[in-house]
């Protein structure tokens, strides 16, 4: 179905996403800042992107890279003050750009004012959290946390526990207490005059749990589950999207996104569907784990061209005519797709990556470009554990390696080309010591491969990955078919093409992305059409079928 515009301002936009500590370090302690962020705006803009997204910056200790905020009204020094925050969105304002805020409200850290009146026994803000009595002497159900081990730590002076869904410094929020959502409103309502122009929403699909808190049953030989039966997308978590909406989103008239965890296709359209209108889009972090078993990253299974296509044009045609889906091929959380879904060898890796962004940018939505994507920037070359920061890898290195006495070379592999550490390594700008973004030591070592994938080297090649996106990105907004058009697939029983047609009025677009090594003929729908952009230097006119090169992208418009 065919949509028109909604007059919002976001609605064409496209948003690249930050993570502060790892972009550009602006005073050589080794961590990317703020100023650093508003000292390369230049090369943001010159990407034909219209948002950024920069990811938590708030005051934290730092357990999960500020993820587990210990005051939401102060600047982490170590990314700088509100003045360069001031600074950077003024700048941002006065060159177009948009400034979207990651919100961190379904836990605090463990070092917030509130957790820690909380742990000293104060019933008020005891209540700020889940704190629940022993059941049996053990934890009070058997959810297991989602970086591992149980969702409930113990306070021996309380002789309670407290639930965290992630990491135990980030003990989860009890939004049922309406002195809770006063405050997340007091929060946003801060931010917004401050002068945020958005939010994500950080696992905000987790707001609600069970006040029975119901175990689970587990997998054979397992001691905990994953309780998201009982937490995850429940109906309470839309009566609080309605309180946000009216009390903050729309009088400052923002662009929101939620981060939603662990839902498929079908309930994703029907829960999403109820979010609109109090929420913009929805960021499905599931888009992209087809090709691990369930739930478990480090259980990869071969990367599928079919399998890509049916995930994600099922995402497609459920979100047709409800919500809005971001698009992505890449984040934080995540690792770098070149590596994951394509060849990144020097001779395939502009041309694998293009074919990528071809494929999933000119779908149905917001695209999200995350910092390094656009350089075809790829897995990691640590050899050793201290390399890794990640709490993830942190606790599987523990269970796996450490008491399960499983092989290290095994989970090097694993958290070199898997893990959340591959996207976090330092931005890569040029060819100077520490790939230029830091004069001092880096947090977070640097990839090897920086002496060839940076900035400075792509900037000046015409057929790097970085100039295929300062063309791609800006050539969406001038095609109403790809804004505003239905979807098609064609050539799906392919085993190497992603193909399909956007259609709107009387514009026809296509899109064919070849995501293999292998020489392979596709056919055209009907008509002449005329060539918009390619990686391969194809040109002009092209009807009926035609032969695709390993990894060729082309986008073609119907005369
Ligand atoms: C989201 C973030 C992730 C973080 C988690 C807990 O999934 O993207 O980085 O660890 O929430 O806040
Ligand atoms: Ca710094």
Known sequence: MANSSSGKWWENATVYQIYPKSFFDSNGD??????????????IKSLGVDIIWLCPYL?????????DVSDY???????????????LIDECHATGLRF???????????????????????????????????????????????????????????NKYYLHLFHRKQPDLNWTNPEVVDNVVRVMKYWGEFGVDGFRLDAINYLYKDPAFPSVE??????????????SSKPQVNEYFARLNRDVFTPFDMMTVAEVGDMDPERAR??????????????????????????????????????????????????????????????????????????DSPRYRYRSSQAQALAMYMLKGTPYIYQGEELAMSFLDYEKIEDFNDIEVEFTYGEKVVKGGEPFEKWLRLYNTRSRDIGRSPMQWDDSENAGFS?????????????????????????????FYRKLLPLRKTLKSVQYGSVTPFDYDSESTFCYVREYEDEVTVCRSNLTARRTRTPLPEGEYEILLSNTGRS???????ELMPYEALLAIRK
């Not at 009070?140 to 113990?154: C, D, H, L, Q, V």
Request: glycine share 10%.
């Open 540 to 546: 002009g006119r092209l009807s009926g079928s035609i």
């Open 73 to 87: 009204y102060e600047i982490d020094p170590i990314f700088g003050n509100k003045e360069d925050l001031r600074k």
């Open 59 to 67: 005051k934290s200790p730092q357990a999960d890279n500020g993820y």
């Open 439 to 467: 004069t001092g030591k880096p947090w977070q070592k640097v990839n090897g491969e920086y002496v060839k994938v940076n900035v400075a080297a792509e900037d000046k090649d015409p057929a790097s990955t970085l100039n």
């Open 270 to 343: 029907e829960y999403c569907g109820k979010y609109q209108p109090e929420i913009d889009m929805v960021y499905m972090y599931d888009m992209l784990n087809f090709d691990q078993e369930g739930y478990d990253k480090f259980k990869p299974v071969p990367f599928e061209v079919k399998k890509f296509k049916e995930t994600i044009f099922r995402w497609q045609d459920e979100f047709r005519d409800v919500g809005r889906m971001a698009l992505f091929l890449s984040n934080h959380d995540q690792t770098r797709n070149v590596g994951r879904f394509g060849d």
């Open 100 to 158: 979207v805020m990651d919100m961190v409200t379904n836990h605090s850290s463990d070092e917030h004012e509130w957790f820690k009146k909380a742990r000293a026994g104060d019933e008020k803000y005891m209540d700020y959290y889940y704190f629940k009595d022993p059941v049996d002497g053990r934890e009070p159900n058997n959810w297991e946390s989602i970086f591992g081990g149980s969702a409930w730590e113990y306070v021996p002076s309380l």
């Open 30 to 43: 080794g961590i990317g800042d703020i100023e650093g962020v508003r000292r390369k705006l230049g090369y």
């Open 218 to 231: 587990t997998r054979p030989g397992q001691k905990y589950g994953f309780g998201g039966q009982y937490y």
